[in-house]
């Protein structure tokens, strides 16, 4: 292999795969980088057997070839590289790769290429696309309620679902769940399929172009692929039964709570750094008519108390929450004002954004002494 | 005790005190602030024994008094108190300090005052006093070839030295040494002392303020107490003999080399990627007439090669150095060019600022096989 090509597209293409990079794996091709280069173009993967993740770019292709490096130090390498144009060239004598670029030489060993399991992308008739935004709104405003907790499989992933005319994405870890739909501007067939959260992050960390662009998934049994622009991302689906959400959501509420979103996370963070040692993260809301009394109390450092104004319709109420499960949401919420709908203090309640019906977050209360 | 202040001056005090705060440490009390309030103003205190940091400030005192509370949580919660004044009132009744501004109000629990070893300022006849940047200048461009282990405590602490009418500080870990001398501009008595590495830390971090200040430092036996605006610290000194620092720097050199700091930094950076996995991050240079030529070997990775121009007034010369010594000097050394000094490729070597008499650090070369 004998190729050049311009630094910056390398960087991002190194950056781009280097999520799927294996760091601890009795294999050590799969810490590699594998480097593909053909009919002018350079393609970049790495593979921890979870995810894949390919990514291509151009480059002026001297002589085709394959080779497979340490991707920690290719990584490192082309990070801190001068100037522009980067040279790679591979030697079988020495079994090195040669990396050139302004006055810097490296030579890299090489893996043994042969080894390294090449990506092969899912070709399947089952296949959505969607707009790259619209992708990244579903995952950002839910994966961050997936269990972090391996035990049970099912809630460490985000359950991507069209119905209809319509695209959703759930993720729950069984005491709260987000959950944000969106019409589909053109009809595709229904799916429901569990992805990895630690998929979804990469994915919304990856999807950030600055010109629009469309995203196909294509599936079968439990893969999926994930192509858009010069990336193709190949990723196991969760196997199992996702919970029916619909029967988490309450049909309806007897007290709804309007209340500034900003205001409301800084005072629940305040409170909430008494309440962070404690059991569960407890903190105590108290609803009252024109404003919410937010309260911690920790026997081993003190207590603390908030008071942020509010509008309320329906009755007075004490309940409380675990604060993460709140200040989560208020993170994500991006609306000036929230809806915090109530039934009971043992019942389950919901955090909306104002006059957004396509946004559900539900929390379950925690029963206090 | 019961006072008020502005929220953005308690910040700055808890923030100067805070690295006093002891972390682990079998005496509860020592995990606190100590707070003492009289005449008009609020003096803050922390101490793990090892140092001791105190800090005023302004404050509407409406009842004089003392008590100690968790620092951790006294400095989280005033780092997240909305509005500008901040009250404070202590409770006999139930051992409480009611923190509260704007619509929040904190109770901490408090510990027992009595208990806090109060700082008790150095009283002594030996002083000098310097500016503020003078001080800090000594430290940052020296400390850092401080010795982290502490196998040998000598080595852990930098030299604070006057001499005649010349302050210098000096440091080393016996296989570099960083010296920064500058002349005073007024008379003071001779001193030698041994500062912690922490507290220079700590000091530089501190030696911030917009306005040029004077720092009144006074010792007696193992203690030196330093003094500026409105903070006090106390610091127990090193004891024993520095290693006579003159006797480590060359008389003279065979050849100098003159090169572009930043370039060469840049490749050492490069090049010592690839050794950094080696025992001693070892680099190469191989000084030439008209550049350097830096590489690394790591058998296990691979090889790393860069050319730095330069300008050699000596003879030709290859030695071996551990990159961190030398990435270390040149992130400190602000100055466009520097001179790097040899003899032979087993003795020391010296790297300093072009024209700048008053910088010199020394390296040991590695011997290589």
Same mark, same amino acid.
Request: charged fraction near 20%.
């Given at each position: 292999?004998?190729?050049?090509?311009?630094?910056?597209?390398?960087?991002?293409?190194?950056?781009?795969?280097?999520?799927?990079?294996?760091?601890? @794996?009795?294999?050590?091709?799969?810490?590699?980088?594998? $480097?593909?280069?053909?009919?002018?173009?350079?393609?970049?993967?790495?593979?921890?057997?979870?995810?894949?993740?390919?990514?291509?770019?151009?480059?002026?292709?001297? +002589?085709?070839?394959?080779?497979?490096?340490?991707?920690?130090?290719?990584?490192?390498?082309?990070?801190?590289?001068?100037?522009?144009?980067?040279?790679?060239?591979?030697?079988?004598?020495?079994? @090195?790769?040669?990396?050139?670029?302004?006055?810097?030489?490296?030579?890299?060993?090489?893996?043994?290429?042969?080894?390294?399991?090449? $990506?092969?992308?899912?070709?399947?008739?089952?296949?959505?696309?969607?707009?790259?935004? $619209?992708?990244?709104?579903?995952?950002?405003?839910?994966?961050?309620?997936?269990?972090?907790?391996?035990?049970?499989?099912?809630?460490?992933?985000?359950?991507? +679902?069209?119905?209809?005319?319509? &695209?959703?994405?759930?993720?729950?870890?069984?005491? #709260?769940?987000?959950? #944000?739909?969106?019409?589909?501007?053109?009809?595709?067939?229904?799916?429901?399929?569990?992805?990895?959260?630690?998929?979804?992050?990469?994915?919304?960390?990856?999807?950030?172009?600055?010109?629009?662009?469309?995203?196909?998934?294509?599936?079968?049994?439990?893969?999926?692929?994930?192509?858009?622009?010069?990336?193709?991302?190949?990723?196991?689906?969760?196997?199992?039964?996702?919970?029916?959400? #619909?029967?988490?959501?309450?049909?309806?509420?007897?007290?709804?709570?309007?209340?500034?979103?900003?205001?409301?996370?800084?005072?629940?963070?305040?409170?909430?750094?008494?309440? #962070?040692?404690?059991?569960?993260?407890?903190?105590?809301?108290?609803?009252?008519?024109?404003?919410?009394?937010?309260?911690?109390?920790?026997?081993?450092?003190?207590?603390?108390?908030? @008071?942020?104004?509010?509008?309320?319709?329906? /009755? +007075?109420?004490?309940?409380?929450?675990?604060?993460?499960?709140?200040?989560? &949401?208020?993170?994500?919420?991006?609306?000036? +004002?929230?809806?915090?709908?109530? /039934?009971?203090?043992?019942?389950?309640?919901?955090?909306?954004?104002?006059?957004?019906?396509?946004?559900?977050?539900?929390?379950?209360?925690?029963?206090?002494?």
């Amino acid at each position: 292999m004998k190729i050049s090509c311009q630094k910056d597209q390398l960087h991002h293409a190194v950056q781009t795969v280097q999520k799927a990079i294996a760091t601890k @794996t009795p294999l050590p091709i799969l810490t590699g980088i594998y $480097l593909n280069a053909q009919g002018g173009k350079l393609e970049l993967q790495a593979t921890d057997y979870e995810v894949g993740i390919s990514c291509t770019i151009d480059s002026n292709v001297e +002589e085709a070839g394959t080779v497979v490096m340490s991707g920690r130090f290719f990584q490192e390498v082309v990070r801190r590289l001068p100037g522009d144009t980067i040279h790679i060239a591979s030697s079988q004598e020495d079994r @090195t790769i040669q990396i050139t670029c302004g006055s810097s030489q490296f030579n890299l060993l090489s893996l043994p290429a042969e080894e390294f399991p090449v $990506l092969k992308p899912i070709s399947s008739d089952n296949t959505l696309t969607v707009k790259d935004d $619209l992708l990244r709104e579903l995952i950002k405003k839910t994966v961050f309620a997936c269990a972090a907790d391996e035990a049970r499989p099912i809630f460490t992933g985000g359950l991507l +679902e069209v119905e209809g005319p319509e &695209i959703r994405m759930v993720a729950t870890n069984t005491h #709260r769940l987000a959950l #944000r739909q969106q019409p589909l501007l053109s009809a595709a067939s229904n799916v429901k399929m569990i992805i990895p959260a630690k998929i979804l992050h990469e994915l919304a960390r990856l999807l950030v172009a600055e010109d629009p662009q469309e995203v196909t998934l294509a599936w079968q049994k439990n893969q999926v692929g994930i192509q858009y622009d010069d990336v193709y991302i190949n990723s196991r689906l969760i196997e199992g039964q996702f919970p029916d959400y #619909r029967k988490v959501i309450p049909p309806s509420y007897s007290t709804a709570v309007t209340i500034q979103a900003e205001d409301f996370l800084d005072a629940v963070e305040r409170v909430s750094l008494l309440a #962070r040692d404690g059991e569960y993260n407890v903190v105590k809301f108290n609803f009252k008519q024109d404003h919410v009394l937010i309260s911690s109390n920790n026997p081993d450092v003190g207590k603390a108390c908030e @008071t942020v104004a509010s509008r309320m319709d329906g /009755n +007075e109420l004490e309940i409380a929450f675990n604060a993460k499960y709140i200040t989560d &949401i208020l993170k994500n919420i991006a609306a000036d +004002e929230l809806v915090f709908s109530l /039934n009971t203090s043992l019942s389950p309640a919901s955090i909306k954004p104002v006059n957004d019906e396509n946004y559900t977050y539900i929390i379950t209360p925690v029963r206090t002494g």
